[in-house]
């Protein structure tokens, strides 16, 4: 058995003691800002333990086979990034741009020829679901990006002018030959990851409720929901995580996540991140069969389970931001409540697909999702984002610098909300983005 696996076993309570406590709440221990990692109440020391455990597979790097590492090995052969915790660094989000032209890992790339309703997007024939920036040494990387930014410059209502920009992406360096020429790509930035456990206990029934996709009511919104594959269920269901809410459940996310991003197969997602014409990664040592057991993923599960929403602080304007906020239809897809067993959370979503108009589409259809579609995000946690991640990139592209730039890009069912928002006053703006930064 591995060393630290052993000392986890015998002395749970050294473990106990090795995660942050005091007054405030039990966090992670790791160093910098914990907004996003406090762990929720009432968790045992054997609980604790096994979620320690699940730390380390999720912030430590995996490792090519065969390794000493033998917990941590079986990366690749095509990879992202070697570890979880390098795109959600502090369980936060990450920042795909550090300037012009460079894109950082955290952003990565779903592409598909088209899309079946029951199995989900239709891989490239080439390059799979996802194209992987890294490789093992014997193995060619599938591809780099570079991003070149567009501006633009618009003005509020009463002439204040602001400019927004948007990323165009380049692939180059295809090392597998040319991406179909049906296939579609989609960037996704990686989300923050507090309060996960809570959204994965919604009642289905209490998001289906929130739908409307006649728009039967005349608001001009009408929310669908994703029902997407779930390969621990092994059934469709509605879909909550990722930004089409491409994934059912929690699980099914960490599992696709290890295998997608990094390469490493599981009981879930068994094969290996190398298609039938990639060659050169065909007989490549793999980590075990599958890389990582099921008794660990319940580990990694336990880990995102724990960590509880996150804590607002309100800032000065709060109220009035939260009144501005429902009256110009915020509310209507970023909803405020959801009860989950004995407890009311405040992620300020539907979980609900809305159409966003022709700026925000990737024309990449995903289960139901059309490539206009996106899940509503959670708004918990933005006002911490600066403060753990070190800046504010957000949308699903990490395009808008602010919460008042994604608020300028909402097009279609939002844009009524939108033009309502761009006709506020300037301290009535400021209310309201005080409002969404008390997150
Ligand atoms: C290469 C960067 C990258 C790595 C490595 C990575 N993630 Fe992610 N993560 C993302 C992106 C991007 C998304 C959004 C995916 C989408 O929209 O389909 C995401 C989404 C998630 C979500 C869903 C969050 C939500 O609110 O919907 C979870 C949970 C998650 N990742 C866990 C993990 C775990 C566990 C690992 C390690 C096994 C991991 N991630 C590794 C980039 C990464
Ligand atoms: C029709 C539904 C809808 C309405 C109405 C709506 N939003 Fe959104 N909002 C979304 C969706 C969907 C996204 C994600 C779009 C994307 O990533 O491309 C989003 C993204 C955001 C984001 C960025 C979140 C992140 O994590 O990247 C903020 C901030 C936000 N909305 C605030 C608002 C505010 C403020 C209003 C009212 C002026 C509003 N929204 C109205 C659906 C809506």
């Not at 780099?144 to 920009?165: H, I, K, M, N, P």
Request: hydrophobic share 35%; with cysteine.
């Amino acid at each position: 058995m591995n060393k630290s696996l052993y000392l986890l076993k015998i002395f749970p309570l050294l473990i106990v003691f090795l995660i942050s406590s005091g007054t405030t709440a039990r966090t992670l221990s790791f160093s910098g800002p914990k907004d996003y990692a406090r762990l929720i109440e009432g968790l045992s020391s054997k609980e604790l333990a096994e979620l320690k455990a699940g730390f380390s597979l999720f912030s430590k790097p995996w490792v090519a086979a065969p390794s000493s590492t033998r917990v941590r090995d079986g990366l690749g052969p095509h990879f992202n990034a070697t570890s979880c915790m390098s795109c959600h660094a502090r369980m936060g989000r990450g920042n795909p741009y550090s300037e012009e032209g460079s894109v950082n890992h955290p952003i990565l790339f779903r592409v598909s020829t088209s899309n079946d309703l029951f199995s989900g997007p239709v891989p490239d024939p080439n390059y799979g679901l996802q194209l992987q920036i890294n490789s093992l040494a014997k193995v060619q990387r599938e591809s780099q990006v570079s991003a070149r930014f567009e501006y633009f410059t618009g003005s509020f209502s009463d002439g204040e002018v602001y400019e927004l920009r948007r990323a165009k992406f380049h692939f180059t360096k295809l090392n597998y030959g040319s991406l179909d020429s049906k296939t579609h790509f989609s960037p996704r930035t990686s989300p923050h990851l507090a309060g996960l456990g809570l959204i994965d206990q919604i009642d289905e029934e209490d998001i289906l409720a929130l739908e409307d996709p006649e728009d039967l009511n005349k608001d001009g919104i009408s929310g669908k929901a994703n029902f997407s594959w779930s390969p621990s269920q092994k059934k469709l269901l509605v879909g909550r995580f990722g930004h089409k809410a491409n994934v059912p459940t929690l699980l099914d996310q960490i599992a696709g996540a290890f295998q997608g991003d990094m390469g490493i197969t599981s009981t879930l997602f068994p094969s290996e991140n190398c298609s039938e014409l990639q060659a050169d990664c065909h007989g490549i040592l793999n980590g075990g069969d599958p890389e990582i057991s099921d008794r660990h993923l319940g580990f990694v599960h336990l880990l995102l389970s724990s960590i509880d929403a996150p804590k607002v602080t309100r800032l000065k304007g709060f109220n009035k931001g939260r009144e501005h906020f429902s009256k110009i239809g915020c509310t209507s897809c970023h909803r405020a409540e959801f009860k989950v067993k004995d407890r009311v959370i405040n992620p300020y979503s539907d979980f609900l697909l809305h159409d966003m108009g022709e700026e925000l589409a990737d024309n990449r259809e995903d289960f139901s999702a059309s490539g206009r579609e996106w899940k509503t995000p959670p708004l918990w946690g933005i006002g911490s984002l600066r403060k753990v991640n070190g800046h504010t990139n957000l949308l699903h592209d990490g395009r808008a610098r602010s919460v008042e730039e994604a608020i300028l890009w909402h097009g279609g069912e939002a844009k009524k909300s939108r033009e309502r928002y761009r006709s506020l006053s300037k301290e009535e703006r400021r209310e309201l983005l005080s409002f969404i930064n008390s997150l």
